[in-house]
């Protein structure tokens, strides 16, 4: 499931994430709620929230209600163009071995040490 804002952006993120085999892309509505209410019933393995999404009431909330879901899934952060890291269902936080230097900086920025990218 992925949680996106701009539309445009949503081929390109749908492509990079069925390039894994296994991988269906089964959602991807425009804002957090939306994408919670959904991932309640559809109940996804992965849940893909791009930061430039409306996140209700801010990404890091956003991230922390996707954390909370009565069936857990993983929840991966992408923003600034590239996966910045993972929060796995048990709750182990994970930055992207490969995120671009600097990026961790902007989503603490934005409010994201909240959802466990500390």
Partial sequence: MLVRDYPDRTPALTAQVESVAEARVVSHPH???????????????VLVADLSARLTPDSATGVHRARQLSTPCTVVVHGYGAV?????EEGSVAPAPDSTPGT???????????AGFE
Avoid at 31 to 45: C, E, F, Q, W, Y
Avoid at 104 to 114: E, H, M, S
């Fill in 84 to 88: 910045i890291g993972t929060i796995a």
């Fill in 104 to 114: 961790l900086a902007r989503v603490q920025a934005d409010g994201l040490l909240l």
């Fill in 31 to 45: 804002d957090s709620a939306l994408a919670l209410t959904r991932a309640k019933v559809l109940l996804p393995d």
